[in-house]
């Protein structure tokens, strides 16, 4: 790395490939990154993490076709462009950023396959001013039909359905007194702790992540559940 510019040599270290064309993985989390460089040639990359750097712009982003995962938290991001011409990202943190509006967010809409977008980590304290709109959410939700998931909350498919009644019973508990409180429900982890590493069989580990998936969204149920129950006896309780 050369003042904050992705290079060759980086990218070989960090992944253990001697052609960078054959990069599946990159983990180039808090490196002081500022210029992202040689990082388009990454051909067949499908996972990146570039958070908790300096990055501001991502137009050199735009030859990584087969990018499924990004993680883009955590920088001086203001604009999107360069990111509508990924039509295989799925899975796309932008929390932590400098978004302004739901405008910088429509150059996006194209993107039929992603499911997963978070521009709110509360866990982390990151954001975006977007946040501060008191409709963001219904907004992001009308301009990415296809969405599953928005800043870890379910909105569509399974689980969805308790997302929405602990949120229902969170503003309720709320009106009753008058608390600014927000909810403290957990949201789904964006990814897990070791979905950066690189593996030497990528392939085989297709199939690993359906279940690993199936297990959070498993294990994240049977919490919401435990809330709810909790919540609605506190309802109960004050009424």
């Not at 999107?80 to 809409?109: P, Y």
């Amino acid at each position: 790395m050369a003042d904050g510019t992705v290079i060759k040599s980086l990218l070989k270290s960090k992944s253990g490939e001697f052609d960078i064309e054959s990069i599946h993985t990159l983990d180039l989390k808090d490196m002081d990154l500022v210029d992202l460089g040689c990082l388009g040639e990454c051909t067949s990359l499908e996972r990146l993490d570039l958070s908790y750097n300096g990055i501001s712009k991502l137009h050199k982003l735009a030859g990584l076709e087969n990018l499924q995962y990004l993680n883009l938290s955590a920088n001086r991001i203001s604009s999107l462009e360069g990111l509508q011409v990924l039509d295989n990202l799925e899975k796309l943190n932008l929390a932590g950023n400098l978004i302004g509006g739901t405008d910088s967010l429509r150059c996006l809409t194209g993107l039929d396959k992603l499911t997963s977008l978070r521009l709110l980590d509360s866990v982390k304290g990151l954001s975006n001013p977007v946040c501060m709109n008191s409709n963001y959410e219904n907004d992001v939700c009308q301009m990415f039909p296809n969405l599953i998931s928005l800043d870890g909350e379910r909105i569509n498919g399974r689980g969805s359905d308790v997302f929405k009644l602990l949120k229902h019973i969170d503003n309720a508990i709320a009106n009753r007194s008058d608390s600014n409180t927000s909810s403290n429900y957990p949201a789904e982890p964006w990814v897990n702790e070791d979905y950066w590493q690189p593996s030497n069989k990528f392939e085989q580990t297709i199939m690993g992540d359906a279940q690993q998936q199936l297990e959070d969204l498993l294990s994240s149920c049977k919490r919401l559940s435990n809330t709810a129950d909790e919540k609605l006896q506190k309802l109960k309780e004050e009424t």
